[in-house]
């Protein structure tokens, strides 16, 4: 174990934890952007010290691609090759390869697949998969586990749970490194309340240092989402991070901090950048829109993001719709304001006025009171009272 | 509106990467220049409106450039009408307009070319911006193309030149007399992922020898995509004081390269 897990507030289920990685000190509930290849598309590692960014997210197909985690490991590791200072955590592949590549196949051994390079069949085995997250050095690394869709039903997902039981064993065995990095088990089992039950329970036994919730983020409909994040941090051990893969959506990520998960990732503040959207309080404004092209407000008013402080919105549109430049300035304010999110979240259980907050969130974003059910179903369970942001409805 | 507040701003009409001057689209009536939306025909006093809604610290008059090659009547006309678009411009510059630098022209005629700067150096500019060069002359033409410019305008107004880039142009530039200097030369390295490296203390050398490899790198710069950078450590130039050489490696803009990654560019840039 190279990680210090301290709960330093809850409310309810919702908790304000510090996390010790071995390169950095968190504060959760954080979210972790996506590095891919080892940056983040178009900011600097000092930007991302400057939002806020505590833990950045590398992917591990890619980097073994290029440059070869063999030439990073020589280089000394991913914080020296990208030189950055704070945390860093690597997925096992295993998505990557299902997502990306139409002829992966999934076996006992493995995920075999054709190499993107030169066509050559190539197999992913969870023991690689652990070499080469050794040889990046990430401070966080993730066992590879067999990820089926959410929208895909039948004994193919029973079939997925047990083999991710059977390679976290074979992960932990191929584990160099334990006193350096943390291998973080992942709960498999699809929709199904029997199956994840069973899957938290063989990962729990293995006692590992963290815990992520997989298999979501992919297509389900919200309201199954929503129930199997709090069925698994329900069952998760208290004192350990738990980490909600792949998502989110600003809402989503409050509604599981109130249901009790601790870190997520996603590419979406970064993508929507490059499509010219950026993230505020109300939603999501469009940059590209021709209204925009005579707005001088900044993207936010409230915002002290240093792209809100200097820039109209009327100056992002035009970037926008010519150049690269204009999506690194709202890749950067769409982080900050993640960030932000996280730090806020993680303020408000250690202030005590979490509700407050979580109101106060769900007002901007739903002035008339449209709160979907989904998240109001989810803060019931989470013992939130949002009653005062939800307009009535007409029949309860 | 574009957040540089503490720097000065320069409106000139030609853009060497994006707004380039067409000497046979330009008539009387305005200069022509291709630009990625088109052709396009300005008028003086379209330029004039254009200058007063932007409100730069610097600009400079509307000019007909000529490439090197054009015939010696072509050549005249261009220095007759920059001069009358430059009373144009003048005439219909707004009372809080800023400093007006006087455009001049001539090709590759050492005649015209003094002929220009003196009818220029007539009129009541704070500083002169020197067209036309960077369309076809040599680099062996050049300074005395310049000197015929520099020599006769007044010592205590500020040049600027447009069209040149490379370091020894510059330096060629700044032999005859020119203070000021806006390039491309960056924006293409950079796109050719290409750091310089040339140390300051060897630039008097006016003629660099170029022993160029198969790569593409001389002793003025590198070729970061080259496969012998994978694994380099060291900073692009060791001492320098920019952000990039101060927090990031060759072996690292090497594999930003190789990927398409957007941040090459900006730590290139740099």
Excluded at chain 1, 188 to 213: E, F, M, S, T, W
Aim: proline residues 5%.
């Amino acid at each position: 174990m190279a990680l210090c897990f301290e709960v330093l507030s809850r409310f309810n289920r919702a908790r304000a934890a510090q996390l010790t990685l071995p390169h950095f000190v968190c504060q959760t509930p954080l979210f972790m952007p996506v590095g891919t290849q080892g940056t983040i598309k178009g900011l600097t590692t000092n930007q991302l010290e400057e939002i806020g960014c505590q833990i950045v997210l590398g992917n591990t197909y890619h980097l073994a691609l290029r440059p070869t985690s063999e030439l990073i490991d020589e280089l000394g590791g991913l914080h020296k090759f990208m030189n950055w200072p704070r945390a860093l955590l690597t997925d096992s592949g295993g998505f990557q390869m299902v997502s990306l590549l139409h002829l992966a196949d999934i076996t006992e051994e493995g995920v075999t697949f054709q190499s993107p390079v030169d066509g050559k069949p190539m197999l992913l085995t969870p023991e690689e998969s652990i070499q080469i997250q050794n040889r990046i050095g990430a401070d966080i690394i993730m066992a590879l586990d067999d990820v089926v869709k959410t929208t895909i039903t039948g004994p193919r997902i029973e079939e997925a749970m047990y083999r991710t039981l059977r390679w976290i064993d074979r992960c932990i065995a191929a584990h160099k490194r334990p006193s350096e990095q943390n291998l973080f088990g992942i709960v498999q089992g699809g929709l199904d309340p029997v199956l994840r039950d069973k899957c938290v329970r063989g990962l729990v036994h293995r006692n590992l240092p963290g815990y992520a919730i997989g298999g979501l983020a992919g297509g389900e409909d919200k309201d199954s989402f929503w129930r199997v994040v709090a069925q698994c941090t329900a069952a998760l051990p208290e004192d350990k991070p738990r980490y909600v893969m792949g998502v989110g959506y600003p809402l989503d990520i409050v509604v599981c901090s109130a249901l009790g998960a601790d870190m997520y990732d996603c590419v979406y503040p970064t993508r929507t950048a490059r499509f010219g959207t950026a993230l505020i309080p109300e939603g999501v404004l469009k940059l590209k829109h021709t209204a925009m092209a005579d707005d001088v407000r900044p993207i936010d008013p409230t915002c002290n993001c240093m792209v809100c402080k200097n820039y109209t919105r009327a100056y992002i549109h035009c970037l926008v719709t010519k150049d690269a430049m204009g999506s690194q300035l709202l890749s950067y304010h769409n982080l900050y304001y993640m960030m932000k999110l996280g730090r806020d979240l993680h303020t408000s259980i250690i202030q005590g006025c979490f509700p407050e907050f979580v109101c106060g969130f769900l007002q901007k974003m739903f002035p008339k009171g449209d709160v979907p059910e989904w998240v109001c179903n989810a803060m019931e369970v989470a013992g939130i009272d949002i009653s005062s942001c939800c307009a009535p409805f007409s029949s309860s | 509106m574009l957040g540089l507040h503490g720097y000065s701003f320069a409106a000139v009409p030609r853009d060497s990467l994006l707004c380039l001057p067409n000497c046979d689209g330009t008539n009387k009536i305005g200069a022509s220049f291709e630009t990625p939306c088109g052709r396009m025909l300005i008028k003086s006093a379209e330029y004039m409106k254009m200058i007063s809604s932007l409100k730069p610290n610097i600009w400079a008059s509307l000019a007909d450039e000529v490439p090197a090659w054009t015939s010696e009547k072509r050549n005249r006309t261009s220095v007759d009408r920059t001069v009358q678009w430059l009373d144009d411009c003048i005439a219909l510059d707004p009372a809080d307009g800023g400093a007006v630098f006087g455009a001049i022209v001539g090709g590759s005629s050492v005649g015209e070319r003094s002929r220009c700067a003196q009818e220029v150096s007539r009129r009541n500019v704070s500083g002169y911006w020197i067209g036309g060069f960077g369309l076809g002359e040599s680099m062996d033409e050049r300074p005395a193309l310049l000197n015929a410019v520099t020599d006769v305008l007044p010592e205590e107004k500020p040049r600027q030149i447009c069209g040149i880039g490379l370091p020894e142009e510059v330096l060629q530039g700044v032999a005859a007399g020119i203070d000021l200097f806006d390039s491309t030369y960056i924006y293409h390295l950079t796109l050719g992922g290409f750091a310089l490296t040339f140390q300051m203390d060897r630039s008097k050398e006016h003629v660099p020898s170029y022993q160029l490899s198969k790569i593409g790198s001389d002793n003025a710069k590198i070729n970061l995509r080259a496969t012998i950078y994978r694994k380099d450590t060291s900073p692009i130039v060791d001492g320098c004081s920019c952000y990039t050489c101060q927090n990031h490696t060759r072996a690292y803009i090497n594999h930003l390269l190789n990927v398409h990654e957007m941040l090459a560019q900006i730590l290139l840039e740099m």
